[in-house]
């Protein structure tokens, strides 16, 4: 979807008016941007009362700001070392941009080159964890951030702390995702953690809310899509039934994302609660951090080292008798080239080149195929590449995703494919 043309700095001021109008997760808004030129256009077209199917308070909104509050904004953000990303600009993060709500204008503060790294993990819990949960989101996060991954998270106290901590301890990197204006002192307590953030270069502060924005209740819920959205994966760490990490984590499948649930430490406790439907329904179970490696592994192998991303012991390695692994026991690897876009779609997977591969290729190539030149197609991608999102073979084949999902119907239904949690499929050995 082309979402208004270019990138012109002087369009700022009509991207910050028309964030004050509509607001944050403004859907009526994304509506009207595909179609046109500029967001100078929507501006001119709502404050001429031109724009049809404005609500009452968008109207009364748009009398309300006016362009010279926005430039008021734009000269706030400059001088206190805070970006603007609209939608179209270069610097929005493209696997974003490809969520079904998008935010139409992002604030940042801090090291934005952390948006481009296709190894992020959005990490979510509870503000009062158990001892268990804080030592398994250490030990989980720690090892990942050294192999650099980008840890995502939502600032708050407690599991959101912890995974900021663990990462920017590990000698990697951090996103947190406000729900608040990014100058707007909340979580209280949580200033040094933000300080480190940026002083360290390793961190970064993300928010879909303009400056001065307050951290009302209702902020966070839509907040929480954004959180999901910039990691093809979302490991839930410690949920009670109506924890809004739960929210996250059906953003999560929405999106079509992995989602990761930590097996709860006791059934009768209410605080794991939450993750045992999401484990029932489907949600993967969360053992080891090389669990995340392999499931990046399939999507970006070029950014993952064959050697870490070995299958690891599907058993808990944090029962009471057993200490999480040391930061030291993982070797850093060289950190792999800047890569020239987020958009994960745009990256395509190699297939790993092992033994097994070699040994079981002649196998795949006698395997029956489809009678159709797309299902076999399907299918043959498949067999190459493993489980892969819906999107991401539409994307790699060039086949409309209405068209592609049909096809996977039928080719399910004859027995060459099989549909995983989250849009995710895999070709099946034989029919």
């Given at each position: ?28 808004l ?45 000269h ?25 709500s ?12 952390l ?9 979510v ?27 995502v ?10 995974a ?39 961190g ?24 999901s ?18 929210l ?49 592994y399939?999507?970006?192998p ?50 790993p ?19 159709s ?6 299918v043959?991608?498949l ?8 999107d ?21 239904l004859?027995?060459?494919?099989e ?13």
């Amino acid at each position: 979807m082309e979402i208004c043309h270019g990138e012109q700095p002087e369009m700022m001021r009509y991207w910050v008016w028309l964030a004050q109008v509509f607001g944050a997760g403004s859907t009526k808004l994304l509506s009207f941007l595909p179609d046109a030129e500029s967001p100078q256009e929507i501006c001119e077209a709502v404050r001429g009362s031109r724009q049809a199917e404005l609500s009452v308070q968008q109207r009364t909104e748009s009398r309300r700001f006016t362009l010279d509050d926005a430039d008021r904004i734009i000269h706030y953000c400059r001088s206190s070392g805070i970006e603007l990303l609209p939608i179209n600009s270069s610097r929005y993060p493209g696997v974003l941009r490809s969520i079904p709500s998008p935010p139409v204008l992002l604030t940042a503060c801090g090291n934005l080159d952390l948006l481009d790294n296709p190894l992020s993990l959005a990490v979510v819990g509870t503000r009062h964890p158990s001892p268990y949960t804080e030592r398994v989101t250490s030990a989980m996060v720690g090892p990942l951030a050294q192999q650099g991954f980008t840890i995502v998270s939502g600032f708050a106290i407690g599991v959101d702390s912890i995974a900021h901590r663990a990462a920017l301890d590990s000698g990697g990197s951090t996103i947190a995702v406000l729900g608040c204006g990014i100058n707007v002192d909340y979580p209280r307590g949580n200033d040094a953690l933000r300080s480190r953030m940026i002083s360290s270069g390793a961190g970064l502060l993300l928010s879909e809310y303009l400056p001065g924005t307050q951290a009302y209740p209702a902020n966070f819920p839509r907040r929480n899509r954004i959180l999901s959205g910039l990691s093809y994966a979302t490991a839930v760490m410690e949920a009670a039934m109506r924890s809004g990490s739960l929210l996250t984590a059906q953003c999560a499948v929405e999106q079509g994302r992995y989602l990761y649930c930590v097996p709860p430490a006791d059934l009768f406790d209410d605080r794991y609660s939450g993750v045992i439907p999401l484990l029932r329904d489907g949600a993967i179970p969360l053992m080891n951090y090389k669990d995340i490696l392999l499931a990046f592994y399939s999507k970006v192998p070029q950014y993952i080292s064959l050697e870490n991303a070995v299958q690891p012991s599907r058993s808990l390695i944090f029962a009471e008798d057993r200490k999480p692994p040391a930061a030291a026991d993982t070797k850093k690897p060289k950190p792999a080239a800047k890569p020239e876009t987020a958009d994960f779609a745009e990256i395509p997977p190699e297939p790993p080149q092992t033994a097994v591969s070699a040994q079981t290729a002649p196998a795949e190539k006698e395997a029956p195929l489809p009678d159709s030149e797309s299902g076999q197609a399907i299918v043959s991608y498949l067999r190459a590449h493993g489980d892969v999102y819906a999107d991401d073979i539409a994307a790699a084949l060039d086949m409309d995703l209405s068209l592609l999902l049909s096809e996977l119907t039928m080719l399910e239904l004859d027995g060459f494919v099989e549909s995983l949690f989250g849009k995710v499929y895999r070709a099946l050995p034989t029919v």
